[in-house]
């Protein structure tokens, strides 16, 4: 099988079912570190495959994706050999929009789709996406630093961003103390969010099951517009509303993967969908 730089490892060439991951905002692959091991002991026969995405940790010293379809775009071509296979994809905030965007490329071009798609904390793409301010509060009124702001803001407000991470749980109070590691991750996080708002219009539904993910006391994507993503589903929906904020990835991961586990036995026996052409 072809290597790819968004890969850190060959898949595994007999595995019924391939799970691949798509990380949050500021986030990398390390997110899904432990996704193997945990879903191997819930009894999930899956190949986890974090995507690397440019910019970040093994991949630091190339240039990040600020815009929504280019990256789509590339990542639709890198991961099609894979993406042949029988696969699921998680993706979690920003990594369900990148998800949800690349199945409607592949949708619109006739090719293979995920058996399912599992999409966490983030608002359906027909809603404005949301802004972060010191409180971590999401009232999209433009207040505060978001989705949108500018990579060449001043000190202060870089300040601003790097609390709303904290009051979310995205990062540790005590980089607050270390502005040298924030000038590293800040950027990354930046782009990340004009990413996101470079998205526009994204398309209408899909051709997938989709299993969407809110956190109970997420105070930046709301569960009502989450569930709101059903009017994408095509092929049925479900929502589950787990324990935590934002990053219930992080704090609540157990209870994350005891949920995705019976996803990935469930379709780890169906035949591969292709899409026909929309």
């Known amino acids: 099988m072809t290597t790819t730089e968004y890969l850190a490892r060959k898949p595994q060439p007999h595995a019924p079912v391939r799970l691949l991951c798509f990380p949050f905002a500021g986030g990398g692959a390390s997110a899904y570190a432990r996704w193997q091991h945990e879903l191997d002991t819930r009894g999930a026969s899956v190949d986890v495959l974090p995507v690397r995405l440019p910019g970040r940790e093994g991949r630091s010293g190339e240039p990040r994706f600020t815009e929504l379809v280019p990256l789509v775009e590339e990542l639709d071509e890198e991961l099609d050999e894979v993406l042949g296979s029988p696969h699921l994809l998680y993706g979690h905030s920003m990594g369900a929009l990148i998800a949800y965007a690349l199945i409607r490329r592949r949708q619109e071009r006739g090719a293979p789709l995920p058996r399912a798609a599992l999409l966490a904390a983030y608002r359906a793409p027909h809603l404005p996406p949301p802004r972060l301010d010191s409180g971590g509060d999401s009232d999209g009124d433009g207040s505060g630093a978001g989705f949108g702001s500018d990579a060449d803001a001043e000190s202060d407000a870089d300040f601003d961003l790097a609390r709303a991470l904290v009051a979310l749980g995205g990062l540790p109070e005590a980089l607050l103390g270390h502005p040298e590691w924030l000038r590293a991750l800040l950027p990354v996080v930046r782009d990340d969010l004009a990413l996101c708002a470079s998205a526009g219009p994204t398309g209408g539904p899909v ?37 935590g904020g934002h990053f219930f990835l992080r704090t609540h991961e157990g209870w994350l993967l005891d949920e995705v586990a019976p996803l990935v036995r469930r ?12």
């Open 267 to 278: 379709y780890g026996g169906r035949r591969t969908v292709h899409a026909a052409a929309s």
């Open 207 to 243: 051709h997938v099951p989709l299993h969407l993910f809110a956190g109970a006391d997420d105070s930046l994507v709301r569960v009502p517009e989450v569930t709101a993503w059903r009017r994408y589903a095509a092929r049925g929906c479900e929502v589950r509303v787990l324990p």
